[in-house]
């Protein structure tokens, strides 16, 4: 130890008078940078039917009255910048699901009380790593693990009323919660050939969900990261020319093309499973006025539980999840635009007593629901401005499982318990400035 602060003093002068050297290669600042703030707003009206609530008590599902309801089905508020070249940031607040009743047929919480809250929904950065080039890009922050096409769309860019919620079972799979969002980074890029005919988009993140353990702050005692990545093809006219983590699904007669992706996740083991994965394939076609999207989701956890006599069963848990929708657009004495859609969604799981105590043990969703939307979409401002009418019902299987099964979305409403889901009418508007 003498000798080597002998040396750090013998060195020392040197040091600080090389530290003394002016820097002038900062980074520059791009010229005419500034914050750009948006506001983003779904006004909803809907009147829902035939929704049903379970009574343990009597141990039979009660018709609770048809209901006409007003909800900011989602609201946005945040800024976006450019402050280097090649380097964006993204930070967005959400205030979603004011004015919901959860005795609606809509899925979702609610936000109301005597002051709605108001939280982060988005927070990250992308940076170009190379001028001029689309091919790398790092994003990293807090955002939404690029695997499933639905779960990474906005909710203003779709053509149904409200998302496909085949998304809600993959986000929970994912990172646990039905925002999908987790914090994590993320390498993709953009490659276009010259002639616009064939293209590749890929992602691969690490991440690390936090909600299986200290009230949603912690992996648990076992740590294992999430891998997700997604690859697409383009067939024609691309996606998009410049890379970015949001996707569309209308072009409005612009694009000819098609995209097909596929992509997978993985988790190692954790508190509750001993390993997650899942894989995902989907699709989106553009040709002039047809607009068609779908996507099939495989979700898998291995984990364990007792049985009788200490005996642990060790198992497999799979599910299937998805949707396929379409839209036609029609310009309407070149003054309106509109659309008339259709989706179809999809959920499946274990039917049986057994599966279904195995996916309660590794905290994933059991038995089956359909979902349908049918409506009519008015473009006035592209998906700026847009008003909706649509009408959503659903379909739901408990299998073997009693009266007061809550193993998916149609059998289950947070701050209820279970039911039987409702159908709805739905009215809405949808802003962004």
Known sequence: MKYLTIVFLILLPGVLAFGQNSFQNWLPK???????????VQLWSSYTTGQEVYNPEQKQYELVDDRFNVQLRRARLGFRAEPYEGLRFTVVGAYDLIGRDVLTGQVGGTNNGSLPEFGIWDAFFQWRLKKGSEAFNVVGGYFRPQLSRESITSGWAVNSMEKSMSQNYIRKHLVGTGPGRAAGINLGGLLLDGNGGLGLNYNLGVFNPLTLANNGNSTGSAFAPLFAGRAVIYLGSPEMDKYKIGYNINYFGQRKGLSVGAGGAWQGRTDVFESSYAASADFLFNWGPLNVDGEWNLMWREGSRP??????????????????RL????IVGKKAFLEPSFMLMQFNGARSLDGQADAKAVGASSGAERTYDAGINWYLNKTNLKLMLHYTWHEGDAGEAAPGFAGNQYFSQSDVGAIHRGNWLGLGVNAVF
Do not use: C, Q, W
Not at 30 to 40: A, L, T
Not at 327 to 330: K, R
């Open 307 to 324: 049985l009788a006599d200490d005996v642990e069963r060790n198992f497999t848990y799979s599910s299937n999840t998805g949707h396929l």
């Open 327 to 330: 839209g036609y657009n029609i």
């Open 30 to 40: 791009k010229d005419g940078f500034k914050i750009e703030p948006f506001i983003m």
